[in-house]
């Protein structure tokens, strides 16, 4: 016998009454209250820095302890002191780059590269060479980007200029070696790296599109359609897709540079042990009128970041070394590496490279002796 709905019980349908069949669907859940997500967020990311932060200051205690004790080296030794400069700075620095890049991440997920192309296009030349040179701090830039960011500005309508000041600052003005710097040697130092890598972005970008050098452009790259070579500008995200943005970037960016930054540590305590003060000073040093031309001579052909190259930078100012000169040499390893110019040969002829090189070049030689004679 066949039972009709209506010979239901009354606990199969619905309080609207016996007549409507049974609905088999769960009310929506609540939707999440986004203050008290905000809040979770808070506190773990309060409870993390704090972790962070001991770990930070107990490193000195730990470096000596490792290399004193535990290894039993003896103290003032040239191995003691090499040991001892790598297992405080090894540490120090990855911590540095972990939280910068975790910020910097989370402050990246708003500039896109597309999103600057937007912000650069069709400003006034001026205005425009401030703008790169500003917004290439934030935005992620490395040298495999150099070809599609160059491509994507210029088919933009971005002055040729403009996008040179971008492409001087994106990897000379980098966040991850001021964050550095700072921890390193202190906001003094970190100011006048950012103020005069921000000047010499300017100034560069504006020289070159003084020269009108359009032409030394490769033809093809200004037959791409507009907007040709940029990827989607991206969707709205929430603060928990920001977060884990800067968790991707420090899987990303530390899980590629941190061989560099320990083979730089490396470097820096090999100098800091066993290299004389007296032979970095005479090389280095402020009286020498040829060292900071040859400074930046030496950087251009070395490939390195900022993770990378900085403790070097520490260990020669600790070897007596001048500022100008070091600052000198490092902005030229940073902002003219030779793999970067090879990479723009791809749209750019060899007259307009010269011309980058040149320029850029010249103001970091400026900047050097800048801070040797007020230093």
């Known amino acids: 016998m066949t039972t009709s709905h209506e010979e239901k019980p009354a606990c199969c349908s619905l309080s609207g009454g016996a007549g409507r069949p049974r609905s088999t669907s769960l009310p929506p859940p609540p939707s999440p209250d986004p203050q008290a997500g905000a809040g979770r967020y808070l506190l773990a990311g309060g409870l993390l820095l704090a972790a962070w932060w001991a770990l930070y200051l107990s490193l000195p205690t730990f470096s000596k302890w490792f290399t004193y004790t535990l290894l039993s080296l003896v103290p003032d030794s040239r191995l003691g002191v090499a040991v001892e400069f790598f297992v405080y700075d090894a540490p120090k620095v990855l911590l540095l780059l972990t939280l910068v890049v975790f910020g910097v991440g989370i402050v990246r997920s708003y500039f896109t590269p597309e999103r600057s192309r937007k912000i650069l296009a069709g400003k006034r030349e001026a205005v425009g060479t401030v703008m790169a040179a500003l917004l290439g ?42 964050v550095l710097l700072y921890g390193l040697f202190g906001w003094k130092i970190a100011a006048l790296y950012l103020g005069t890598g ?178």
Request: aromatic share 10%.
């Open 137 to 178: 701090i934030v935005t992620p830039f490395c040298s495999c980007s150099a070809v599609p960011l160059f491509i994507g500005f210029v088919t933009s309508g971005v002055p040729l200029g403009v996008t040179f000041s971008f492409l001087v600052s994106a990897p000379m003005v980098n966040e991850v070696a001021l």
């Open 198 to 375: 921000l000047v010499i972005a300017m100034v560069s970008g504006w020289v070159i599109g003084r020269l009108g050098m359009e032409r030394h452009v490769e033809e093809w790259v200004y037959a791409i359609p507009s907007g040709g070579a940029g990827g989607p500008a991206g969707e709205r995200l929430s603060w928990r897709d920001r977060v884990r943005y800067g968790i991707d970037a420090v899987r990303d960016i530390v899980g590629k540079v941190w061989p560099y930054a320990l083979a730089g540590i490396g470097v820096g305590a090999a100098i800091h042990g066993y290299v004389p003060e007296n032979f970095m000073a005479g090389i280095m040093g402020a009286q020498a009128w040829w060292s900071v031309p040859l400074a930046v001579l030496i950087g251009i052909p070395m490939y390195s970041n900022a993770a990378g190259i900085i403790p070097v930078v520490q260990a020669l100012l600790g070897k007596g070394a001048a500022l100008g000169t070091v600052l000198a040499f490092m902005m030229s390893v940073i902002g003219l590496s030779f793999p970067e110019m090879v990479i723009l040969r791809k749209v750019l002829k060899v007259r307009l490279i010269a011309t980058f090189v040149g320029v850029v070049g010249a103001g970091i030689v400026l900047v050097g002796y800048l801070f040797n004679l007020v230093v």
